[in-house]
C-alpha cells in the first residue's frame, strides 16, 4: 500500500523470511463461514505484519566476515505473533538417516528451533513436531525414508483431537531433490526444508500450524551456518564434528551432492576455531573438521589473504573447473585447529585426493594431536571407470599418491570408498578394483553396490547396464578381499601399545569398554583397574574422555581387541614414540 508501506499481496506474506526465500503453500478446503473468519484473522495479521521497508532491510547481502558464537536475543520475525511463539513450545523429535554431514545438519536445526522456544524428545510418542534429516545418495537410503513416512502415518492417524495436531517434516537431501514428490504422494508431511533452508524452519512450522504445506529447498551461495553453534546431540560425547565447509565442486558423473547441496562455500576460520574452543572448554577430547571436500577449504572472508596463490593439486590429479586463488587454505585451519588444545585429538573427513599438498601432509605427521589417519576415496581401481566418473586421475597417479602418503607419514591408517558395478563395469576393470584393494591394504573401507541418480552426469550420459544381481556379486567380492586385507593389515598391531580415546561402555559387554585408536580403529578391552599415570602407583579406572595406552592382542578386520595398561595423555604418549 502506498499509503501504509504494508505488503497487502498474500503471496508476499506467505513468502515472507529472513532471506525472502519462497515458500509453497497449499490451503486445505474449508466452509465459507471458516474461511471468512479465517480472512478477517488472515487480514488483521496482515495489517500487523512486516513493512515494505523491513522486507527491503532483511533482503540486504549476508555478512560472515566476523560471526558471533554468543548466545543474543533476537527479536521474533514480524509473521510470528506472541500467541504463535507462545503455542510454539511443543516437543520436536529428530531423526537422522545418512552421512555425519546430516548428524551435524541435526544439531544446527535443533539450536535454531531451540532458539524459537521447542523442546526436545527422545520418546517418538511424545513428539508435536516430527522432522527426519535425510540423504539422497542411494536409492536405498531415499527408500527407508518412504517406508519410514508410512509408519508416521498410522502415528498421525491416531493422535487425540485433544492434542495438536502432529506435524511431520523432511528436511536434508531428499527433501532438496524430491519435494514435489514429498509434497504430493505423501500427504501427511508438513514442510520440506532444504540444507540450506533450517534457518528458515521456525517460520515454516509456523505456516504449518495454520494447516498448509510448507516448503523451502532453495541452494545459497554463502550459507555457511557460521554463526549458529550446534546444540550437540549427546552432551556428554568425548567427540564432536565441526563442519567447515558445505558443497561440492567436482562434479563426480556418480554423485547427486552437489545438486542437493550446492557449491562450495567455505565457512570464515575464525567462526570455526571459536567453536573448537567452546567444545574444548566442554570437555570434548576430539574434534573432526566435516565437509563434503573438507581439504578443498578456502577462507575468502579476510581481505588481505584474497590474492593468495591456490595450492597446487596432488601430482597426476586434475579438476573440471579452473584453480581458484586467494583465501586461507585447510593448512593453515589445520594448524590453528591443532593449537587449540594440545590435549584435543584433530580428524577430518570427507576430503578429495586431489587435495594433499605436502604441507598437509608435513602438519600431519609433525603435529601430535592431528591423527595419522587419512580417508582416500578411490571408487575403483580401474583408470577407464574412474574416467568415466570425472574423477581426476589414473589408477597409477593414485597408487604413486598413496605412496608419497606413507613415505611422508609412516604408519598412516587409511580408508577409502569403493563403488561396485558402475556404469559399463566390465569384470576385468571389476578385478582391477580387487588388486588395488590388495595392493593398498587399507584398514578401513566403505563400499558399495552403484545406485543412478537423477539429475547427475551418469543418469544423463551413461547407461546402467550392470545387472543388479552382478552388483551384488562384485561387491560381495570387494567386501570379501577387503576384510581379508584389513585384518592383515590391522594384524600388524598385535603385540604393540595403542594409544585409545576411550568412548564408553562396549555394547556386547558391560564387563568391556571402547574406544579409538589414532587410526580411527575400533579398540575393546576389560574394564579392569590401571595405573593413573601420575607414577604415583595408584590404580583407577578408566573413564570416558580418557586417554589409555592399550596392548593389542588380537585383530580382525575391523576390531582390535587387548589388554588395559595404563592412563596417559597425547603429548606424553607423543613423546615415547
Not at 538417516?97 to 551435524?104: I, R, T
Not at 519435494?179 to 504422494?185: M, S, V, Y
Request: aromatic residues 6%; positive net charge.
Amino acid at each position: 500500500s502506498p499509503d501504509t508501506g504494508r505488503i497487502c499481496c498474500v503471496s508476499a506474506w506467505l513468502c515472507w523470511g529472513p532471506a525472502a526465500r519462497p515458500l509453497r503453500a497449499r490451503v486445505p478446503t474449508r466452509g465459507r463461514g471458516e474461511q471468512n473468519r479465517g480472512l478477517e484473522d488472515f487480514s488483521a495479521r496482515l495489517a500487523a505484519g512486516p513493512t515494505l521497508q523491513h522486507f527491503l532491510r532483511n533482503t540486504s547481502p549476508p555478512q560472515e566476515t566476523h560471526p558471533q558464537l554468543a548466545e543474543e536475543p533476537e527479536e521474533p520475525e514480524p509473521y510470528l505473533t506472541s500467541s504463535i511463539l507462545e503455542e510454539a513450545r511443543r516437543k520436536v523429535y529428530l531423526e537422522t538417516y545418512g552421512c555425519q554431514m546430516n548428524v551435524n545438519d541435526t544439531e544446527i536445526a535443533w539450536a535454531i528451533l531451540q532458539k524459537s522456544g521447542y523442546l526436545r524428545t527422545q520418546q517418538l510418542e511424545e513428539a508435536d513436531v516430527i522432522l527426519l534429516v535425510t540423504c539422497s545418495v542411494r536409492e536405498k537410503a531415499e527408500q527407508a525414508i518412504w517406508n519410514r513416512l508410512r509408519h508416521l502415518t498410522a502415528l498421525k492417524s491416531k493422535r487425540l483431537r485433544s492434542q495438536a495436531p502432529l506435524r511431520i517434516g523432511i528436511l536434508g537431501c531428499m527433501a532438496k531433490r524430491l519435494r514435489e514428490e514429498i509434497l504430493h504422494k505423501e500427504k501427511l508431511v508438513d514442510i520440506v526444508a532444504g540444507p540450506d533452508a533450517y534457518r528458515d524452519l521456525p517460520r515454516l512450522l509456523a505456516v504449518a500450524e495454520t494447516g498448509q504445506q510448507a516448503a523451502n529447498v532453495l541452494l545459497s551461495l554463502d550459507e555457511t551456518y557460521a554463526d549458529v553453534l550446534p546444540v550437540q546431540t549427546s552432551p556428554d560425547a568425548t567427540s564432536a564434528f565441526v563442519s567447515i565447509m558445505r558443497g561440492c565442486d567436482n562434479m563426480c558423473s556418480y554423485c547427486i551432492v552437489p545438486f542437493t547441496r550446492g557449491r562450495e562455500r567455505s565457512r570464515p576460520m575464525a567462526s570455526i576455531l571459536r567453536e573448537v574452543k567452546v567444545l574444548s572448554d566442554q570437555g570434548v577430547k576430539e574434534v573432526t573438521l566435516l565437509g563434503q571436500n573438507v581439504n578443498s577449504f578456502r577462507d575468502t572472508s579476510e581481505v588481505q589473504f584474497r590474492s593468495a596463490a591456490a595450492p597446487g593439486l596432488s601430482r597426476g590429479f586434475s579438476t573440471i573447473y579452473k584453480a581458484k586463488e586467494g583465501g586461507l587454505r585447510f593448512a593453515h585451519l589445520l594448524d590453528q585447529a591443532s593449537r587449540v588444545d594440545p590435549e584435543m585429538r584433530i580428524r577430518f573427513t570427507s576430503p578429495h585426493p586431489k587435495d594433499f599438498p605436502d604441507e598437509v601432509l608435513q602438519l600431519i605427521q609433525e603435529r601430535h594431536n592431528i591423527c595419522k589417519q587419512l580417508h582416500l576415496p578411490a571408487q575403483s581401481g580401474s583408470s577407464r571407470i574412474l574416467e568415466a566418473m570425472r574423477r581426476g586421475y589414473t589408477r597409477e597417479a593414485y597408487l604413486e599418491l598413496i605412496q608419497h602418503v606413507r613415505d611422508s607419514i609412516p604408519g598412516v591408517s587409511l580408508s577409502s570408498d569403493f563403488i561396485a558395478g558402475f556404469c559399463g563395469e566390465t569384470e576385468d576393470d571389476h578385478q582391477q578394483t580387487m588388486s588395488l584393494l590388495r595392493q593398498v591394504r587399507y584398514n578401513v573401507g566403505f563400499l558399495f553396490a552403484y545406485s543412478m541418480r537423477q539429475k547427475t552426469r551418469a543418469y544423463h550420459r551413461l547407461q546402467d547396464d550392470v545387472p543388479a544381481e552382478v552388483k551384488r556379486r562384485r561387491l560381495e567380492e570387494l567386501i570379501s578381499v577387503f576384510r581379508e586385507e584389513a585384518t592383515r593389515a590391522n594384524g600388524a598391531m598385535v603385540g604393540r601399545s595403542q594409544l585409545v580415546l576411550v568412548e564408553g561402555p562396549s555394547k556386547r559387554s558391560a564387563a568391556e569398554l571402547c574406544g579409538r585408536n589414532d587410526g580411527n580403529i575400533r579398540v575393546v578391552f576389560p574394564d579392569t583397574e590401571m595405573e593413573d599415570g601420575s607414577g604415583s602407583g595408584a590404580v583407577v579406572r578408566a573413564q570416558p574422555g580418557d586417554y589409555v595406552l592399550v596392548k593389542v592382542t588380537s585383530a580382525s578386520s575391523q576390531t582390535l581387541k587387548g589388554v588395559l595398561l595404563r592412563r596417559t595423555t597425547l603429548r606424553e604418549s607423543a613423546a615415547h614414540r
